[in-house]
Nanobody, 123 residues
Framework: QVQLVESGGGLVQAGGSLRLSCAAS????????MAWFRQAPGKEREFVAR????????YYADSVKGRFTISRDNTKNTVYLQMNSLKPEDTAVYYC????????????????WGQGTQVTVSS
């Protein structure tokens, strides 16, 4: 079992930055594939970024590539999402997710989810 709690969301102007954190509990965190997803009102949950258990492998959605960076600290059981050059279209609830086995960009394959944190980017 892995329990996830996100923090760090808020209101920011376009061009600004935020860093999201996802604190995990559970013995299996260090072996879990971690990811960030987001969901805007009326839209399906979409993949943002994922990171392997070691942190050596990362993958990003095209819409955030070059602006967002995912990282993890297994000593702190925490995964991060550094978001720079934010745009109004980044506005959404951001969710942290975990799964065992290989990585995936499909939200349907993730077993554990946080409650989400709101990110709002004003123009």
């Amino acid at each position: 079992q892995v329990q996830l709690v996100e923090s760090g969301g808020g209101l920011v102007q376009a061009g600004g930055s935020l860093r999201l954190s996802c604190a995990a509990s559970g013995r299996t965190f260090s072996s879990a594939y971690m990811a960030w997803f987001r969901q805007a009102p009326g839209k399906e949950r979409e993949f943002v970024a994922r990171i392997s258990w070691s942190g050596r492998s990362t993958y990003y959605a095209d819409s955030v590539k070059g602006r967002f960076t995912i990282s993890r600290d297994n000593t702190k059981n925490t995964v991060y999402l550094q978001m720079n050059s934010l745009k109004p279209e980044d506005t959404a609830v951001y969710y942290c997710a975990a799964k065992g086995g290989p990585g995936s960009s499909s939200f349907r394959e993730y077993d554990y989810w946080g409650q989400g944190t709101q990110v709002t980017v004003s123009s």
